[in-house]
């Protein structure tokens, strides 16, 4: 993985968002973050729309932290629109969610989520949850090979 490719981190509340920066950061993990605070501008991201709309599309995101609870548009709903895309269906999506409901995570991987992890409420637990997800995912994970272009 390249430090040139980014993390799409798709999170309405800012605290947690803050805080998975802190942890990316602390790892040393160089990579660019786009932070988008709902479900319709991380769709907006992925697929070059709206004010996205200048952005190659083929420039995928490294991994995607995907947030379940999100304003306009929910996160299983992104989740399901990254598997119908041609050119996304196989982006790695981490669902880090506050929900531990059976039922939120039988739908994740359902629609072929790539990890569900819980946001644990303490702090140093979220930020060294943070911190193993961008080393796992941008450092020992081995991407599905990009096609000739």
Known sequence: MTADQIILLVEDNDDDAELALRALNAARISNAVVRVRDGVEALDYLFARESHAGRDLNDLPAVVFLD???????????????????????????????????????????????????KPVDYDQFAAAARDLGLYWLVHNRPLPRKPG
């Open 68 to 118: 379940l609870n999100l304003p306009r548009l929910g996160g299983l709903d992104v989740l399901t629109a990254i598997r119908a895309g041609e050119h996304s269906k196989h982006l790695p999506v981490v669902i880090l969610t506050s929900s531990d409901e059976e039922t939120d995570r039988l739908a994740a991987y359902s629609q072929f989520a790539n990890s569900y992890v819980r």
